[in-house]
């Protein structure tokens, strides 16, 4: 049996509502797309993240994995917890995976799963077609695909053309330059330079992560966001330093118009920002 046979399994869906800022004929629902939750989705999302690292939800600094502080030892019920504060989409990322090269949370992300109505993201040691297959099958809405983007771009646009809509690109960078192997290594590629390689691939998002802002509440870096997002057409969402509400108000000005959405961890669990503030404020434009 043919790899496309066995994808035929596999829906072929775009992310719900996230395209529509960037490309309003996507906002014309068709028979294919998924059941809505019936939540009223903002023009820009703030997505809650859940990091696993050994079956429990952490935040790392600046990408170390023994800079780690464990949050709650039930993801299922963090992530629980973020759907009934109003969140409509979750992020996940399979820490562990990230240094592996292959799925290592996967009793965790199979109970956020189990736990959930909302659509997930996840990330983390997702290199090859059968774990994209595997995760979409089980439920995942949308897999991001990071170190494999840099070693191997033509698995990540036949991964494209396999499960239309559902495969998006992290990118994370330090110093200017494109980090893999879970933040452990540099490559030479810029983020502008990574994303060129998938404009016309059918990329669905691209998750663009400041490693040195992530985790230490420095502050989104906005301005380094809406450049990458002005040299794509691929919708970009900002990660990496989310501190306050006064980023939620930042995110929303007029020069950062063209994101859509950001990434938030530690400052959520921390109760550095309201959940149901952030939504309103975000609803509100």
């Known amino acids: 049996m043919s790899i496309r046979v066995r994808y035929k399994n596999i829906i072929a869906i775009p992310w719900p509502d996230l395209t529509s800022r960037r490309s309003p004929a996507m906002e014309t629902s068709n028979e294919n797309d998924p059941p809505s939750n019936q939540r009223d989705i903002p023009p820009v999302i703030l997505f809650p993240a859940i990091d696993l690292k050994d079956g429990q939800c952490v935040r790392l600094k600046l990408g170390e994995m023994s800079q780690a502080t464990v949050f709650n030892d039930d993801p299922a019920a963090q992530a629980k917890t973020f759907e009934d504060q109003g969140f409509a989409y979750l992020h996940v990322v399979d820490l562990n995976g990230a240094f592996a090269g292959r799925p290592v949370n996967g009793e965790a992300v199979d109970a956020i799963l189990g736990a959930l109505t909302i659509p997930v993201q996840l990330g983390g040691g997702i290199r090859d077609l059968a774990t994209i297959e595997t995760w979409l099958e089980k439920g995942i809405t949308r897999v ?108 929303i000005k007029p020069e950062y118009a063209m994101l859509e959405g950001a990434v938030s961890g530690r400052a959520l669990y921390d109760g550095r920002i309201d959940p149901g503030e952030a939504l309103a404020l975000l609803k509100q434009g």
Do not use: H, M
């Open 144 to 251: 991001i695909l990071g170190t494999i983007a840099v070693r191997d771009p033509a698995l990540v646009n036949e991964a494209c053309r396999n499960f239309p809509g559902r495969i998006a690109v992290g990118i994370d960078a330090k110093a200017g330059k494109v980090a893999v192997e879970g933040w452990a290594e540099s490559s030479e590629l810029t983020a502008i330079q990574l994303a060129g390689r998938f404009e016309d691939a059918g990329v669905s998002a691209i998750i663009y992560t400041d490693i040195e802002r992530d985790g230490i509440l420095k502050g989104l870096n906005l301005p380094a966001t809406a450049e990458l997002a002005r040299a794509t057409s691929i919708p970009v969402i900002a990660s990496g330093g989310l501190a306050s509400i006064d980023d939620i108000k930042e995110l």
